[in-house]
């Protein structure tokens, strides 16, 4: 047994993201797709840990009590680089992907339903297979299982939760970017730095490359992290005066709306922060906190939970990937804001809006900026796709064929 420190293990991730990023840049089929970096570079681990485990009889572990915190740090920078006017100009789109996202959540649980009885098991491992792990991911289907354990007296209902939601985050992040890169080519889409390169292959230099920004620096760096950490304690004190309420809402999104509150109203006092460095720091707490959920990735409980689980997995992928192509796109307008949504969409739809927001983040490096994108898919995965989906299970749960059998 090979136990690393809390420092060890961060080193670990660092070289897993730094092996992803040389994979993604190397392999064309990944580059091409835009793959995230902490995806392959942890799925890689998580394979050589399996072999050492199972044929070396040597097992890793590693320390991540730091996961939450990365995550926390994460969504409060995205608060503190979303500009309300951006928001108000991407209330449509807004509206319109909620509108697809109501009545997507309806029908993967029809799908884990109808797989369910294809293959002949209880009803509520189908919504176990549906937006109780997808969507909800680990927290939600820890709570789902142990209700449906203590009251269905379902065997192995965790093992089986926990599996179906890590893999959901697998493959969130894999369809992702290839959904998106399809959409951009049947319907040529470019983003600005397509539009760049093309202007320099044709020898015209872009107006936009004309000025440089000022770098960065150290103070600039200071103040964006003391800023993302000021949202990750008050953001935490505020959920903590309503984790009784009637209805419960995720820590990380009181660490946004403090990220919100600082960039929109620390203006009018004078604070003014550099959202270039604010969103590498989120970028990296990202990264780090994806790194490591791949890298303890059991295959070995994938292996044992195979089949039916695994089949109605492959079936929820293509559904969800034909849907955001479908429809999650052409709802949006079909240019590429929408193009970049569609990938996100198959990274909560399948995974967590962390897996969204990876995705969001390889094609944008690649192609250029989506702003509103950037708005829409947070707020959306933040709290309202959790609220929306509570009252979908709830109200599946309460119909006699499927919670009362």
Known sequence: MISLSPVQSLLACCLVLVVGRVLTTKIGILARYSIPDPIVGGLLFAVIAYLLSNWGGVSVSLETSIRPTLLLLFFGSIGLTANLKLLAKGGPRLIAFLLALIPFLVLQNAVGLGMAWLLDMHPLMGLLGGTITLVGGHGTGAAYATRFADFNNIQDVMALAMTSATLGLVLGGVVGGPVAEWLMRRHKLAGSLDHQAQA??????????????????????????????????????????VEDAPVSLPNFLWCLATGVIIRNGGARLGL??????????????????????????????????????ALMLIVQTLFCALYAAWVVFRILKSDYEAAIMSAAFCGFGLGATATAIANMQALTRRHGPAPEAFIVVPVTGAFLVDILNVIVLTSLISLPFVGGM
């Open 200 to 241: 320099a292959q044709s020898g015209q230099a872009p107006a936009a490359l004309a000025e440089e920004a000022a770098p960065s620096t150290a103070g600039s760096y200071i103040v964006s992290l003391t800023a993302a950490f000021v949202c990750l304690v008050f953001g935490g004190y505020l959920a903590m005066l």
């Open 272 to 309: 003014k922060l550099d959202d270039r460095a604010t969103e590498i720091i989120g970028t990296i707490s990202l990264s780090l906190f994806l790194g490591m959920t791949m890298m303890t990735l059991d295959l070995s409980s994938v292996a044992r939970l195979a089949g039916p689980l």
